[in-house]
Each structure stands twice: as structure tokens, then as C-alpha cells.
């Protein structure tokens, strides 16, 4: 096929897919309007993101560069993720975006469609962790959003302390507490498997002890030289995920079991853990403000308790689009955003979640415990970031193997097989070399 | 005389151009992607490469399964319950037009709506049906979380969605059997049984061809209300062709979904056909 039929292809094609978008885009407004009442730019972010912080930021930029912000809120996972690579291509996104960092940007071809700001002064703020996440050879794109967050086990202090239990620093350990924990009557650990998503989070979380021991997993990984159900180390996440049912340790009705139900066992203490990300703190808070204090957090241990490390998610990055008419404001929008005034503004709003990626942004004293336990995990260097921040492979199925695996209705090295056909078929999908 | 035809061929013309436009473009061109790796700028020719993948899907098998289960069980289930209340709201009953809004009522409810709703409904313990079925003492199923009845519970709640309009088609059917019949079944001292299977039910066979046909184009196509109600799961168990192409276009996986889509279509045809053929093979004249 040559080139000029396909192109007139895939012209022919944009021109549907504009139909599709036209009918379906909800706010389509066009971002005109310059001169004395001042620019608009427009911010595409998702649903599960909290506005407070930002907004305040945007009612500063507002008055201080008669900036006007116009956010526009699509679903979030895979189906918002749809919409940014239509808008994209069809040259309807937004000025700003606020979007994942790591292998889900990297998917969006940035170099296509984000302006490169590796020249901006804020830059050098910016740890190097999370620029590598958002950038792609030489060229950075983004900022973070907000402090990046941990994977791990929340836990209610008041249980522990109740039941005279010690923070384990093994899987061993933390197994025992749960015996004694189901023994007091309590539900040892949540899995509110309603939102699927939360099932994998014991097997992501494991990755700082994959990681520790196997420093070339991700790269190997990637280059389908290693699979989850042939390395012991790996499979053991999804044995975890297993075991823990097997012992009796979950709560009972998982898949009616919603999110906000799991924040509210450990919350009360209902339930002893909640293994989950700790963005669920910032929900928490809303919805338990009183019992903030009684939620803490531990990394997923490993076997070797003088090893015990927490994994790490890089926040969300906000890009500027490269096509926008408003870069200038954007810009401006961006560097404000990343200015002392612009971040203590932020942070005033909306509590860290986790250690920042910016530096010289200290912890203040009224910080949720759960992430001031973060702190020696991160002094000691015990951090490694997820696996998919590491590779670009992430199996779309996987939320729903690990279900299975979590309900005992599929052996865990079955389920870790079905999981590394699922990579298989994003890699090949994806037309990576070596697969 | 050849003017005439002329004039009448372009007034079909907008339609036709919307209609290419928006239909037989995108399906021929759905076609041809199936063929490619796309990401919706670029795409690379692959051959039958999609087709292998997808057929090698892992829950594939539970998909078609399930898909054969749901769009049988949901069929039948109209075809004999929508005939029930459509001899009843055609009786002399004095609510009758109460109830038909009564009964069609639910057709109205948007799909998402009705899914959210029964998923809080069928809640395990604090649903309003297994707390009706406790009063009688009743431990009643895990009706969304157990994976051999998830697909069952399923098929209930659109049955329950669907039969209205089932229902509606029926009373048009049975309403257009002429009288005279009855009247003659009547004077040769039938009973109404009789009635129902010897003139009912043959005369009113254009319309249920017709519920049975839309029904299971329905039922083999059938999505939202699988997504909102389990999204597939417990794990794969209530899966169905239309939600693993779902998740596979969200994966990103253009190519691939669209070859499901162009399985999906020939699927349904290749079954609706035959039996549509079948079926009006079987219709009688009034």
C-alpha cells in the first residue's frame, strides 16, 4: 500500500472519528476570547482528581496574570484515556492536561503533542524520578500534580494498639497479626473487589521486593525475558493475594464490598488493614475527618525483615498541549503552578498523599500519620517506584485476574500465566521488538 | 417517464449520502482495520493476525458461553412471559391500560439506570430482595458475586427491562386476530386454553417472530447492562463477546477490538439468518 493511499485512509477516517467526537464531546467550547478581558486556558483532568487545591491555584493565576481557568472533567481509567487519545489526534485537546506520568504518557507519543519545557527555570525543583517519568530522550514535558504515593498497607492504630501488635517487617509477621487480629473478631485485612482495581494492589505493591532483589526485572521484562509465573520472586504477589483468602482473612461479600466501604473499616477499625494506594487518603479524610489520626501505613513486607521498603507511585502529570493557541499563558499557567506561592497555595488546599517529587517541599506538621510514616522508608532509600513506571507493559486484564486469584477461583500460578499471555498480547498489540 | 425516475432517485440522495456516510463507511472501514495494527493515527497492516489473537483470548470460551446463554435464556423468557401478559392486558380485565403502561414502564428506564439500581437491589446482605427473601427465612444467593450465577442474574434483570416491549408487539398481534375466530371456536364449545393454542399463538406468529428476532440480536449483542452491573466479573465469569471487545478497545487495542466487532457481526448474522428463514418459513396467512 503506498503512502498517498494512506493517507487519504486515514484522512477519511479523522474525518469519521470528528463526527464521533462532535456528538459525544461534552463541553466543546472553543478557547477564544484574548485582549482585555484576558486569555482563557482551557484544563482537561479526570473525575477522581481533587479540584480544591488546583482551583485555588487557578483563582491566584486568575488575578495575579488575569488568567482564567476553564476545567473540563472526563471519566477516568481506560475510558477517559480513550477520549485523550481521540482529542489528541483529532487536535481537540485542551491547552493544559492532567494526565498519568510514566508508561500510560509515554503511550500518547508525547513528542507529537506536548510542548517541551526542559528549558523552564522550575525544572531543576523537580526530582529527577519523576522527570524521567514524563519525559522521553531529552525533552521533558511535565510537572507533577501533586506528591507522589505509596502502595501499602493502611492500618488502624487503635487496633494495633488494642491487640498489642507490632508493625511487621515480614510477610510472615504480618500473617501472624492477622490471625490474631481474625482471632479478635476483626476483618484483618479489605478487598472491596466491587472497584476491581483494588485487587492488584497487593501484587503492585509487592514490587519493592521484586525490585530489591532483581534490580533488571522490569528491563527484562520488558524484553520478554522474564514472566511473572517462571520467577519465583515475582509469582509471589500474586500467591499473597491468595493466601490471604485462603487464611480467611478477607471480609466476606468482596465484590459488593465498595472502596469508600474499605476506607471505612480501617477508618473505625472494623477492619485491621486496607491494602491500597494512598490516594485513598484524601477521600478518607473527607469522609472520617475525626479518625485521620488512627490511620497508619506500612510497606508491603518481604521475607527479610531488614529489608522492609515501600513502593512508589509518581504523581500525575499536567502537560501543555503543543498546538494550543494559549501556550504563552500556559506557560505562564505552569510556572505559577511550580512557584513557591503557587505550591504553598496547592498544599494549603490539599494534603500530600505521599513524599513530594519537588524539592525543598517539606512535610507540614499537620500531614496525615499515614504518609508521616512514609518518611523513614524514604530517608533510609527503602523505595522503589512501580513496575509501571519501569516498563511500558501493564496487562489491561489484570484487575480482573487478580479477582479470580483474590476469590481462590483460579490457582495464583494460573493466574500469573493468564496475566503473562495478557503482557503478550499489549506487547504485540503495542509492537514491541522481541515478541 | 425517464425524468420521473430520475427525480425520484434524488430525493434519495441526502439520505443515502448520510446514511454511506455514516454507516457504510465506518463498517467497511471497520472491516479493513481488522486487518491492521492501529492506534487510531497510524496503522500497519497485520494480516489475520488479530483474528488468531482474539480467538486466543483466554476467556474467550466463557465469553461465547456466556453470550449463547444470555441471549437464549432472555429471549425465551420474553417470548413466554411477554405472551402471558399480552393475553391478559388483552382480556376484559379493568385496569388493563394501568397495567400496560405498568409493564412497559421499565423499557423507558435508561440501561445504566436499571443496572445501578439491581445492583444495589441484589446487594448480599443489604439488598431489598435478599432481605424480602430473609423474611421468609430464605439465605438468600450472592446473586452478582457468585460466578456461576452472575450470568443468570443477569439474563433476570433484562427479562425484567426487556419484556415490555415484548409485551406491546404481542397486544398488537393478537389485537389484529380477527374476531370471527374466536367466535367460531366459541359456538363449537372450545375452552379458552384451546383458544390460546389453536388461534393465539399461530396467529400471532408474525409478532412472535418478530419479539424472538429482535430479541436475540439484543441478547447476542448485549453490553451496558452486563458493564454496569458486574463489568464481566467476578474475575471473567459473566463476560460476553461485547464486553471483551469492550476492554480490549479500552486497553487501547484498536486493531483487535475491531476484529471482535467484525467476529461479532458475522456471529450474529450467521445465527439470526438461518432462523429468521426458519421462522417465516413457519408464519401463516390470516
Known amino acids: 500500500m503506498n503512502k498517498k493511499t494512506k493517507r487519504n485512509l486515514l484522512f477519511g477516517l479523522l474525518t469519521s472519528l470528528l463526527f464521533i467526537t462532535t456528538a459525544c464531546g461534552g463541553e466543546q467550547e472553543s478557547n477564544a476570547g484574548s485582549g482585555e478581558e484576558g486569555t482563557t486556558v482551557t484544563f482537561l483532568t479526570n473525575n477522581e482528581v481533587n479540584l480544591e487545591g488546583v482551583q485555588a491555584v487557578a483563582d491566584e493565576i486568575k488575578e495575579k496574570h488575569n488568567i482564567t481557568t476553564k476545567f473540563e472533567i472526563i471519566p477516568s481509567g481506560g475510558e477517559g484515556e480513550n477520549i485523550i487519545k481521540t482529542r489528541l489526534s483529532t487536535g481537540e485537546m485542551t491547552d493544559i492536561l492532567n494526565h498519568n506520568s510514566g508508561s500510560l504518557f509515554k503511550s500518547l507519543r508525547p513528542e507529537e503533542y506536548f510542548l517541551d519545557i526542559s528549558d523552564e527555570p522550575y525544572i531543576d525543583k523537580i526530582q529527577e524520578s519523576f522527570l524521567e517519568t514524563v519525559s522521553v530522550d531529552d525533552e521533558i514535558y511535565g510537572v507533577p500534580f501533586e506528591s507522589?504515593?505509596?502502595?501499602?498497607?493502611?492500618?488502624?492504630?487503635?487496633?494495633?494498639?488494642?491487640?498489642?501488635?507490632?508493625?511487621?517487617?515480614?510477610?510472615?509477621?504480618?500473617?501472624?497479626?492477622?490471625?490474631?487480629?481474625?482471632?479478635?473478631?476483626k476483618i484483618p485485612a479489605v478487598a472491596p473487589y466491587e472497584e476491581t482495581w483494588t485487587s492488584q494492589v497487593v501484587l503492585l505493591a509487592d514490587y519493592y521486593n521484586v525490585h530489591s532483589e532483581m534490580p533488571d526485572f522490569a528491563e527484562k521484562f520488558t524484553n520478554n525475558e522474564v514472566k511473572f509465573a517462571d520467577t519465583p520472586l515475582a509469582l509471589r504477589g500474586f500467591e499473597k493475594i491468595q493466601e490471604l483468602q485462603k487464611a480467611g482473612y478477607y471480609n466476606d461479600e468482596e465484590t459488593s464490598t465498595t472502596y469508600e466501604d474499605g476506607m471505612r473499616m480501617v477508618a473505625t477499625g472494623e477492619a485491621a488493614h486496607f491494602p491500597i494506594l494512598t490516594f485513598a487518603l484524601t477521600q478518607m479524610a473527607e469522609n472520617h475527618p475525626d479518625e485521620m489520626d488512627d490511620v497508619g501505613f506500612f510497606g508491603q513486607p518481604g521475607d527479610d525483615a531488614d529489608n522492609h521498603g515501600m513502593t512508589l507511585w509518581m504523581p500525575n502529570g499536567i502537560y501543555i498541549n503543543k498546538e494550543s493557541e494559549n501556550a504563552e499563558a500556559a506557560k505562564t499557567w505552569l510556572e505559577y503552578f511550580m512557584s513557591e506561592e503557587g505550591l504553598a497555595t496547592f498544599m494549603s488546599k490539599t494534603k500530600a498523599i505521599g513524599p513530594s517529587v519537588v524539592e525543598g517541599v517539606e512535610l507540614p506538621d499537620d500531614a496525615y500519620e499515614a504518609v508521616?510514616?512514609?518518611?523513614?522508608?524514604?530517608?533510609?532509600?527503602?523505595?522503589?517506584?512501580?513496575?509501571?513506571?519501569?516498563?511500558?507493559?501493564?496487562?489491561?486484564?489484570?484487575?480482573?485476574?487478580?479477582?479470580?486469584?483474590?476469590?481462590?477461583?483460579?490457582?495464583?500460578?494460573?493466574?500469573?500465566?493468564?496475566?503473562?499471555?495478557?503482557?503478550?498480547?499489549?506487547?504485540?498489540?503495542?509492537?514491541?521488538?522481541?515478541? | 417517464m425517464k425524468i420521473n425516475k430520475m427525480y425520484s432517485y434524488g430525493l434519495l440522495i441526502p439520505a443515502g449520502l448520510i446514511y454511506a456516510l455514516l454507516f457504510l463507511y465506518p463498517t467497511v472501514m471497520s472491516f479493513f482495520f481488522s486487518f491492521t495494527r492501529w492506534n487510531l493515527t497510524d496503522w500497519e497492516w497485520i494480516g489475520l493476525a488479530n483474528f488468531k489473537m482474539f480467538f486466543e483470548e483466554s476467556s474467550l470460551l466463557i465469553g461465547f458461553k456466556n453470550t449463547f446463554i444470555f441471549a437464549f435464556l432472555t429471549t425465551g423468557l420474553k417470548v413466554v412471559i411477554g405472551l402471558l401478559f399480552a393475553v391478559i392486558l388483552t382480556s376484559q380485565l379493568k385496569t388493563k391500560r394501568f397495567i400496560r403502561s405498568v409493564v412497559f414502564f421499565p423499557t423507558l428506564v435508561s440501561t445504566i439506570a436499571v443496572g445501578i439500581a439491581f445492583t444495589v437491589l441484589m446487594h448480599p446482605s443489604q439488598g431489598l430482595l435478599n432481605?424480602?427473601?430473609?423474611?421468609?427465612?430464605?439465605n438468600g444467593p450472592n446473586w452478582l458475586g457468585d460466578p456461576a450465577l452472575a450470568i443468570y442474574s443477569l439474563a433476570i434483570v433484562d427479562v425484567w427491562k426487556g419484556v415490555g416491549i415484548a409485551?406491546?408487539?404481542?397486544?398488537?398481534?393478537?389485537?389484529?386476530?380477527?374476531?370471527?375466530?374466536?367466535?367460531?371456536?366459541?359456538?363449537?364449545?372450545?375452552?379458552?386454553?384451546?383458544?390460546?393454542?389453536?388461534?393465539?399463538?399461530?396467529?400471532s406468529r408474525p409478532a412472535i417472530n418478530a419479539v424472538i428476532i429482535l430479541a436475540l440480536i439484543g441478547g447476542l449483542r448485549t453490553f451496558d447492562l452486563v458493564w454496569a452491573m458486574t463489568g464481566g466479573g467476578p474475575g471473567f465469569s459473566s463476560d460476553l463477546i461485547a464486553s471483551i471487545i469492550y476492554k480490549q478497545y479500552q486497553a487501547g487495542f484498536y486493531g483487535l477490538s475491531t476484529a471482535?466487532?467484525?467476529?461479532?457481526?458475522?456471529?450474529?448474522a450467521l445465527i439470526v439468518f438461518p432462523i429468521f428463514k426458519f421462522l417465516n418459513r413457519k408464519e401463516v396467512d390470516i
Do not use: C
Not at chain 1, 504515593?149 to 497479626?177: D, F, I, R, S
Not at chain 1, 516498563?391 to 476469590?407: D, M
Open chain 2, 167 to 203: 409485551t406491546i408487539i404481542f397486544i398488537a398481534g393478537i389485537m389484529s386476530i380477527p374476531k370471527d375466530y374466536y367466535e367460531a371456536h366459541e359456538v363449537d364449545g372450545g375452552n379458552k386454553l384451546n383458544a390460546f393454542w389453536h388461534i393465539t399463538v399461530p396467529l
Open chain 2, 260 to 268: 471482535g466487532n467484525v467476529i461479532l457481526f458475522l456471529m450474529v
Open chain 1, 372 to 435: 508521616k510514616d512514609m518518611t523513614h522508608y524514604v530517608e533510609s532509600g527503602k523505595v522503589a517506584p512501580a513496575l509501571e513506571f519501569l516498563s511500558p507493559l501493564k496487562g489491561p486484564n489484570l484487575q480482573q485476574i487478580t479477582v479470580e486469584v483474590g476469590l481462590d477461583m483460579v490457582p495464583a500460578k494460573e493466574g500469573a500465566d493468564k496475566y503473562d499471555r495478557d503482557v503478550e498480547r499489549q506487547a504485540q498489540q503495542l509492537g514491541l521488538e522481541g515478541w
Open chain 1, 148 to 185: 507522589a504515593l505509596a502502595g501499602g498497607w493502611l492500618y488502624n492504630k487503635k487496633v494495633y494498639e488494642e491487640l498489642g501488635l507490632e508493625v511487621p517487617h515480614t510477610w510472615e509477621q504480618l500473617m501472624e497479626n492477622n490471625k490474631v487480629i481474625k482471632e479478635a473478631g
Open chain 2, 131 to 138: 432481605q424480602t427473601l430473609g423474611l421468609f427465612g430464605i
